[in-house]
């Protein structure tokens, strides 16, 4: 009997080669053709729906099997493959969202093996809505029509009499109040919770609800402020017509490049407490502290700098302190109980942290009160002090401190001005400007401090001063209710908002109010003394494009301002534009319109408003000046507030990178940091929190604590 030969080796190989070629080629097929490769800590695979693969949806993998809870989520590309990249090795719980779509079911995901996920179309249009963004849902609130204004009183329209504008009307709407501490559009609040109880009419109700918490008072001051029954009634129309099933249009998928996001999410601070900002690096070199802890502001909320490690997963927190101990906590005042927290105060900060920078060598400086308001002697009127001399100062409501995280030591600094925001200086000071100071603008120069630790000779301030007299240097002043004076020059009204120097030396601050203006402050050889400054007002009045009210501003390399608008735009001020003279008689606000330029945001309108705009007014606007993102050096970021999202001005076009989840993403500041410049994508990327007043109004409700957020741009959805 003849028997076959065994096949040779060459053979063998071959047939095994052709066997897994017919299983990779089964694969592609039942994914449509979209094989996906992955690392040993990556999951990744194709998202399949109703008519085939679903391009520029969400995948979220989440985890609380870390030492904190832990989200990473990534957009398909056009055949919808995903890779979640560089997971830590535990387990997750995988889903899909995206717009059109019902919530995917959570299944088991481990990274190093694929994951194919299966999504079905939504039950509705109202059902395909509950993820939409707040601004979306917001669009669908009735504004007063144009002719309406000025207001006439409550005996005419109900309009208050101070509202002089359709445009000072919608400020008040967004950055300019409401939507200055929270969304509106949430869930929490385009509902009325059962827990508010039961009323005879939905204004009823809205009157109850913006008395509750400790914010009850400002909220329904706020309310007084424009014609309480006529914003009750427009609250409650807007409320009552969501109940009864009204819809707003559907956000597009993402595109583009804005599929390329990464977004990471760590829990950290907790329920009780909310954020205001981050900082994660030195703005002027954002290389400082690669890899290291975030820290945070909890404002009036709670006496600690929450810290995140965002290496090992860790969250930790910095008790802080105040020099006296009379300084007043956040009042725990209520006009009526929380339908979510009761009669318990949960805010209860002395420090009232607003804003934190770090230094060149890695430390914390904050905004702090510590201390009561009443300046001491060395502030007031009769003191030596060269700026007391110029512009005594009677009261400082919050001042500055220091952590140094190598020590663990923390300072306190008492400041003759109030400081809300800070930012440093490229100097060979280290200057350290402020913000909220009212009538003045402070500095610090921390060079003399760190060196005598003297807090009264190492800070200064200055009142704004404009050189309406155009000569060119500082003079005797008229004050900002009485008219130019030729023979001299003129004290500004405002006060900075936000706070941001410029590379030339020059100090830049926004101007809260309707219209508000951007300022550029020069300080001079003997800043209390020689400080002039610029004020330029938005094009309130220009009938075709207003934009007006700016919020949070930045300035980029080349000495343009960038400011978030309430009127629904992100505008740039550029003064090398500016055709007539920059100082004088007429240089007090409008004398360079040619200087603006508006970038509408990308969201609808309220409905019965006919300019241009949009219902977005992000809270602040942070310029990337050392491409820390990936969009390049010197790109405009606005905080997409109403959005849910980061909204990237890249090559005059909109970028929108959106939180999927939990729906509410609400933040007040970015910042950019470097770990490694070698690293490519994965070594840089942008910082935010979670910066509502009610992370309670979030998606995941009651219990939802602030969360850091990172955003990082990879070169393709699919990388690695």
């Keep these: 009997m003849t028997l076959p030969k065994a096949p040779s080796r060459v053979v063998v190989l071959l047939l095994t080669l052709i066997a897994a070629a017919v299983v990779a080629l089964g694969a592609r097929?039942?994914?449509?053709?979209?094989?996906?490769?992955?690392?040993?800590?990556?999951?990744?695979?194709?998202?399949?729906?109703?008519?085939?693969?679903?391009?520029?949806?969400?995948?979220?993998?989440?985890?609380?099997?870390?030492?904190?809870?832990?989200?990473?989520?990534?957009?398909?590309?056009?055949?919808?493959?995903?890779?979640?990249?560089?997971?830590?090795?535990?387990?997750?719980?995988?889903?899909?969202?995206?717009?059109?779509?019902?919530?995917?079911?959570?299944?088991?995901?481990?990274?190093?093996?694929?994951?194919?996920?299966?999504?079905?179309?939504?039950?509705?249009?109202?059902?395909?809505a509950e993820i939409y963004p707040a601004g979306y849902w917001y669009s669908l609130l009735k504004v007063p029509d144009a002719s309406e204004f000025p207001g006439t009183g409550p005996s005419g329209n109900g309009i208050a009499t101070t509202i002089r504008a359709q445009s000072d009307w919608i400020r008040n709407l967004k950055s300019g109040g409401c939507t200055a501490c929270h969304q509106l559009g949430t869930?929490?609040?385009?509902?009325?919770?059962?827990?508010?109880?039961?009323?005879?009419?939905?204004?009823?109700?809205?009157?109850?609800?913006?008395?509750?918490?400790?914010?009850?008072?400002?909220?329904?001051?706020?309310?007084?402020?424009?014609?309480?029954?006529?914003?009750?009634?427009?609250?409650?129309?807007?409320?009552?017509?969501?109940?009864?099933?009204?819809?707003?249009?559907?956000?597009?998928?993402?595109?583009?490049?804005?599929?390329?996001?990464?977004?990471?999410?760590?829990?950290?601070?907790?329920?009780?407490?909310?954020?205001?900002?981050?900082?994660?690096?030195?703005?002027?070199?954002?290389?400082?502290?690669?890899?290291?802890?975030?820290?945070?502001?909890?404002?009036?909320?709670?006496?600690?700098?929450?810290?995140?490690?965002?290496?090992?997963?860790?969250?930790?927190?910095?008790?802080?302190?105040?020099?006296?101990?009379?300084?007043?906590?956040?009042?725990?005042?209520m006009v009526q109980p929380s339908p979510y927290w009761g009669a318990e105060p949960i805010w209860t900060s002395k420090n009232n942290v607003h804003n934190p920078m770090l230094d060149e060598k890695g430390r914390v400086w904050i905004t702090s009160a510590v201390r009561p308001s009443a300046n001491p002697d060395f502030c007031k009127q009769g003191s030596d002090h060269p700026s007391a001399k110029?512009?005594?100062?009677?009261?400082?409501?919050?001042?500055?401190?220091?952590?140094?995280?190598?020590?663990?030591?923390?300072?306190?600094?008492?400041?003759?001005?109030?400081?809300?925001?800070?930012?440093?200086?490229?100097?060979?000071?280290?200057?350290?400007?402020?913000?909220?100071?009212?009538?003045?603008?402070?500095?610090?120069?921390?060079?003399?401090?760190?060196?005598?630790?003297?807090?009264?000779?190492?800070?200064?301030?200055?009142?704004?001063?404009?050189?309406?007299?155009?000569?060119?240097?500082?003079?005797?002043?008229?004050?900002?209710?009485?008219?130019?004076?030729?023979?001299?020059?003129?004290?500004?009204?405002?006060?900075?908002?936000?706070?941001?120097?410029?590379?030339?030396?020059?100090?830049?601050?926004?101007?809260?109010?309707?219209?508000?203006?951007?300022?550029?402050?020069?300080?001079?050889?003997?800043?209390?003394?020689?400080?002039?400054?610029?004020?330029?007002?938005?094009?309130?009045?220009?009938?075709?494009?207003?934009g007006y009210s700016p919020r949070g501003a930045d300035i980029d390399r080349n000495g343009v301002a960038w400011l978030a608008l309430a009127s629904g735009h992100m505008a740039s001020f550029d003064r090398r534009k500016c055709k007539g003279p920059l100082n004088g008689p007429l240089a007090t606000g409008q004398h360079c319109p040619e200087g603006w330029t508006l970038y509408q945001e990308p969201l609808p309108q309220f409905k019965g408003v006919t300019q241009a705009g949009s219902v977005e007014a992000s809270y602040y606007t942070w310029v990337d000046q050392f491409d820390t993102s990936g969009f390049g050096r010197n790109t405009p970021i606005n905080t997409g507030n109403a959005s849910e999202g980061l909204l990237v001005l890249k090559d005059g076009k909109w970028v929108v990178l959106r939180v999927p989840y939990p729906t509410g993403f609400y933040t007040k500041w970015l910042d950019g940091r470097i770990d490694d410049p070698k690293a490519g994508w994965k070594g840089r990327g942008l910082w935010t929190t979670i910066s509502t007043r009610a992370p309670f109004h979030m998606e995941t409700g009651k219990g939802t604590t602030s969360k850091v957020i990172r955003f990082q741009m990879r070169p393709d959805p699919i990388a690695k």
């Design 390 to 546: 110029l512009y005594p100062v009677n009261n400082a409501s919050r001042h500055l401190a220091v952590y140094d995280p190598k020590t663990r030591q923390l300072t306190h600094i008492s400041t003759c001005f109030s400081t809300h925001h800070l930012m440093f200086a490229e100097d060979a000071n280290n200057t350290l400007w402020t913000s909220g100071g009212g009538a003045v603008v402070g500095w610090l120069n921390t060079k003399m401090f760190d060196e005598t630790h003297d807090e009264v000779k190492s800070q200064g301030w200055t009142a704004l001063i404009m050189d309406t007299n155009g000569n060119g240097k500082r003079d005797e002043y008229v004050e900002p209710n009485q008219p130019v004076d030729p023979t001299k020059d003129k004290r500004f009204g405002g006060g900075f908002y936000s706070v941001a120097p410029a590379p030339d030396g020059s100090v830049w601050g926004s101007v809260l109010g309707y219209p508000g203006a951007i300022v550029r402050l020069v300080p001079g050889s003997n800043p209390p003394e020689t400080a002039l400054a610029e004020v330029y007002e938005p094009p309130f009045n220009n009938p075709t494009a207003p």
């Design 29 to 128: 097929q039942q994914a449509g053709g979209t094989a996906v490769a992955i690392d040993d800590d990556d999951i990744g695979g194709v998202v399949t729906g109703p008519r085939g693969p679903e391009a520029g949806v969400w995948v979220i993998a989440e985890t609380a099997e870390l030492r904190t809870p832990f989200v990473r989520i990534v957009v398909t590309d056009d055949r919808g493959r995903f890779v979640v990249p560089d997971l830590p090795k535990v387990n997750y719980r995988v889903w899909v969202r995206g717009y059109g779509l019902a919530d995917s079911a959570k299944v088991a995901g481990r990274p190093g093996r694929s994951l194919n996920l299966t999504a079905a179309a939504a039950a509705s249009p109202r059902a395909a």
């Design 187 to 333: 869930k929490g609040t385009r509902e009325l919770p059962k827990e508010l109880g039961v009323f005879p009419t939905s204004v009823a109700a809205w009157e109850r609800r913006l008395q509750s918490g400790q914010a009850g008072g400002q909220m329904i001051g706020a309310v007084n402020n424009w014609g309480r029954d006529r914003a009750l009634t427009l609250f409650a129309d807007w409320t009552d017509r969501i109940a009864a099933g009204e819809v707003p249009p559907a956000p597009p998928r993402p595109q583009g490049i804005e599929r390329n996001v990464v977004i990471t999410e760590w829990d950290w601070a907790d329920p009780k407490a909310y954020l205001h900002d981050l900082v994660s690096t030195d703005r002027r070199n954002p290389t400082i502290n690669a890899y290291g802890p975030l820290y945070g502001a909890l404002e009036l909320s709670a006496d600690y700098l929450p810290v995140l490690d965002p290496v090992e997963h860790v969250i930790s927190r910095v008790p802080l302190t105040v020099r006296d101990p009379a300084t007043l906590p956040t009042s725990p005042t």
